[in-house]
């Protein structure tokens, strides 16, 4: 031992100049690689430039007469029945306010209030989707003109809600689909338990007339509208998912997922396709392969099926030309696709955190990684100049990633208390300023500016000022790093000198030796079936002793098993004198880490001197369960002659639980477990000596390598 340490001390002073220098070299050249790798990446930041907490309404920007300044919108309900609008400027001056007969409900307010112009004359109107005894009812009100277009206009009944959280309706988009310069409004309703309506509607804001599609019962999921047949005619295309919530033989089963392709009018343009009861829903976008628009469909298996996600290209006749099988789903997160400005193109998102451009043939084009590799949500379609932004969120977390069409301007930043899936964005525009975008979760708002970076060439010299400044710490700290590595090589030798001598000293030559004669006479007396059991014990013991010598722990299965060997070879060995009974609570967690040999030191000692000179009769019980939710016990008790007779026999010098005890303190120190040992002699109602008890306890007191904290005696 003192001639490894030395020669290691020696080489470590020999090479800790050359060390200290190669790290140098490492740590500048990976810096810059890094720095100007992600150049661009800094050239443009997200900043919250404010946040305050408003009173539980929910607000809205939007440029209302089409200025270059936005206005806010905030709305609210009026006494659980009514909902209010009031408007203001930029100022915050109020410049109207109407209230309409009932409530919202929806988590995202967006789904019920948009702001749209349908008749093209500069003036956006605010389109309201409410809920009243009953029915749905549309708003569609001008601010700037101060007039109704649609009035408590109504849309559709309902059967009687389970609650109103059965209810989800949504307005999904205006467009002019029958090019009469007018744009019709297009949303959704979907009930849930209560089963109907689940239908798509357009509303007429010119004829005052409402239209809505077949009766269904899928859930209309997905909802766009395209070119999707090449013959200049619109259509739109929607997707369905399945909720198993009414009979198999009801019209367009919600047990399925279906993909429904309608005309402007809302009828059945050819017949929807039905996906396997596998497919738990599906999502569409239309790409374009040059020539004409195709259907991509992601069909998004059931988390109980064996099946795994695919992507398939469909023509406009809806057959499959072309499919991809995606990677098994994991953690719960779902694969989910988005359209990119560049139609030819998509963005994938796998359930694994990993973000590809696609094209149209399904090839993979460009892996995104400066978004990381954790699973995202995206919702962002806010277009600053003419160019749109994305807005990622990282679910379960306040992680949030923006960047532009390119993906090549990526910043993140912490937004607390915003979820994307239920958050209010919208953009504030402000004449001559760089625009904002606001974000609302509850009592929750923030502003936050998407901007370019004024400080980029600045960060250049900070940058390589900080590079000098870490060179000379790295050479001042070197000989620190230095001196820790060398105690922790000297303290894993001694870990390893510690379990090597407590092998040779448990399992010691004679042992060997005793169980290869008793093998050789059970052989002559013709015992074939317990010499190939005893055989076959001591096989796998010396195999457990072989396989991973480096190593100073391992499971507690592992363990368990290994003792289990070592007391079948002994109760051969000693011909019946002694049984062994194990007892394991259901609630043990057999991958703890525990040191080599800690049940077989005390097994072997209770064998050495508690039952050595047994005749018959002679019980080892082994008992191991949780005291508490992070301390392990283990109990070895016997019933032989106790520790003061023994004493006389001077069987063993003792070297092995010495040795064991040692082992624990580093064990501790590397494991982060502490391990107390307390021994009892048991002794019956006459109080004659009957057995010995081991009980030794495993905490988990710390993570490994921290400072070790006093250890404590048992008893």
Known sequence: MKWDQLLFRMKGKLSITLLAGLVILVITISLAAIHFRFLNKSRYQAVIVKEELFDGRFKFYSDLDNNGDSEFIVAGDKDDTCTFLEFFTQSSASFGKITVMGKLICSNPSDNIIFEDFDNNGQKEVYLITYWKGSVFMDVYEPSTKRYILKHFFIDSLNIPKSESDIKYTINSLSDIDDDNFKELYCTISAGLSLQPRNIYMVDLNDRTVKKSP???????????????????????????????????????????????????????????????????????????????????????????????????????????KERILPKALHNYKHDIYPLPDKTQFLLMLSDGKKWILDYNLDYQQELKKLGDLPLIL????????????????????????????????????????????????????????????????????????????????????????????????????????????????????????????????LA????????????????????????????????????????????????????????????????????????????APDVDLGTPVPKL?????????????????????????TIKNEDKNRLILRIKDNGIGRAAAAEYKNGTGKGINIMEK?????????????????????????????????????????????????KRLG
């Open 663 to 711: 082992y624990y303190r580093i064990f501790e120190e590397h494991f982060g477990y502490a391990i107390n040992t307390s021994i009892v002699d048991l002794r019956d109602k006459q109080g004659k000596a009957c057995g010995t008890e081991v009980i030794i306890s495993i905490e988990k007191v710390k993570a490994p390598g921290k400072t070790k904290r006093k250890r």
């Open 215 to 321: 009766l269904s019962y899928a859930t209309p999921f997905g909802f766009k509208i395209y070119n999707t047949g090449n013959n200049g005619e619109k259509e739109i295309l929607a997707g369905s998912y399945s909720t198993d919530n009414c009979p198999e033989d009801y019209p367009f089963s919600d047990h399925f997922s279906w993909l429904f392709v309608f005309d402007s009018q809302l009828n059945l343009h050819g017949k929807p396709i039905r996906f396997p009861r596998k497919v738990e829903y599906i999502k569409t976008i239309v790409i374009n392969n040059g020539k004409e628009n195709l259907i991509l469909v992601l069909n998004e298996m059931r988390s109980s099926s064996l099946s795994r996600s695919k992507l398939q290209i469909l023509n406009s006749g809806l057959k499959v030309i």
């Open 379 to 506: 919702k962002g379609n806010v277009t600053i100049d003419g160019s749109k932004l994305y807005i990622f969120n990282q679910p379960n977390s306040d992680n949030f990633f923006f960047t532009d069409e390119s993906f090549s301007r990526v910043s993140r930043i912490n937004i607390p208390f915003i979820s994307l899936v239920t958050s209010n964005i919208s953009l504030q525009k402000r004449k001559g300023q760089i625009p904002l975008i606001f974000m609302q979760q509850g009592t929750d708002t923030f502003w936050i500016e998407y901007k370019k970076n004024k400080l980029f060439y600045v960060q250049l010299t900070i940058f390589y000022g900080a590079l000098l400044i870490v060179v000379i710490m790295v050479w001042a700290s070197i000989k620190l790093l230095y001196v820790r590595r060398i105690k922790e090589v000297l303290t894993e030798k001694q870990l390893i000198y510690f379990q090597f001598q407590s092998l040779k000293n448990q």
């Open 509 to 584: 030559p004679h042992f060997i030796y005793n169980t290869l004669n008793v093998i050789g006479n059970l052989i002559l007396l013709k015992q074939n079936n317990k010499a190939y059991r005893l055989l076959i014990s001591f096989s796998k013991l010396q195999r457990a002793l072989i396989e991973n010598p480096e190593s100073n722990a391992r499971a507690l299965e592992e363990e368990i098993d290994f003792v289990k060997q070592y007391l079948t070879i002994q109760e051969i060995r000693f011909g019946g004198r002694f049984k062994t009974h194990l007892k394991i």
């Open 598 to 622: 800690i049940l077989q030191t005390y097994v072997d000692n209770a064998i050495k001197h508690g039952l050595w000179n047994t005749d018959s009769g002679g019980e080892i019980t082994i």
